[in-house]
């Protein structure tokens, strides 16, 4: 990027750029098959401009710059001309290229995305009808979602996501564990207690936190409850 920012409760310093019309967070996006967000299922953390199967192997570019000075610098992705991707057996050919830009602005982590020509020669394909556009967090539980195969992306346009530049980002559904102790254990009585888990998305992590567990206790879990140990 040339700067730090933070987004959704991550520390940004680089990005991952993808071909598909789509920036990584944390590792490259690879996938050419675009789903809606926000969702559990990978990838995660991202920032879609334009996220459907582009093929800038044939022909456009694909290009980056870092602009500005601190603190209003701007980190500048530009997808130009590029095709939608086509088998090549196909009998159809795209009779042009996609032109857009994604723009993450650093003093606020905000994101910008601008539209050229969202023209493909392709009818199902023209204005976004079949791509994805719009953000998710790095854990796939939370995103803002601008289109999802609708069509919604003209040429000319532009639309900015704004992000707390801060990272105060909430959880909207945070983990909850209704109980603060347990029963006490008997000598030589074997010994298991559920402890309920309200909320979140499993699988959860443990951890004991100022005490420790004796030497014959131990702490599971599963995606469905916590498990005593054998």
């Known amino acids: 990027l040339g700067f730090s920012l933070s987004f959704l409760c991550t520390s940004l310093s680089h990005v991952f750029v993808g071909s598909n019309g789509i920036l990584g967070f ?34 456009g570019s694909v290009r980056t710059m870092t602009l500005g000075s601190p603190p209003n610098r ?69 995103g803002t979602l601008v289109t999802f195969a609708r069509g919604f992306v003209t040429e000319n346009t532009a639309l900015r996501c704004a992000v707390p530049g801060t990272g105060s980002f909430i959880d909207p559904n945070p983990v909850s564990i209704p109980i603060t102790s347990l029963p006490a254990a008997k000598l030589s009585t074997a010994y298991a207690q559920l402890i309920p888990v309200l909320a979140g998305v499993a699988p959860f992590t443990w951890s004991i936190v100022v005490v420790s567990l004796p030497p014959c206790l131990a702490l599971y879990a599963n995606p469905r409850r916590p498990t005593p140990p054998p």
């Open 26 to 59: 944390g590792s490259p996006v690879t996938s050419y098959s675009n789903t809606s967000v926000p969702s559990l299922v990978e990838p995660n953390g991202f920032a879609a401009a334009f996220w459907m199967d582009l093929d800038p192997g044939r022909s």
């Open 74 to 142: 701007r980190f500048v992705t530009t997808w130009t001309d590029v095709p939608v991707w086509v088998p090549s057996t196909s009998a159809v050919t795209p009779a042009s290229g996609v032109t857009f830009q994604s723009i993450l602005h650093e003093s606020t982590a905000d994101i910008t995305f601008q539209y050229l020509d969202t023209t493909t020669g392709d009818p199902t394909h023209d204005d976004g009808r079949s791509a994805t556009v719009g953000i998710e967090s790095p854990t796939g539980r939370a």
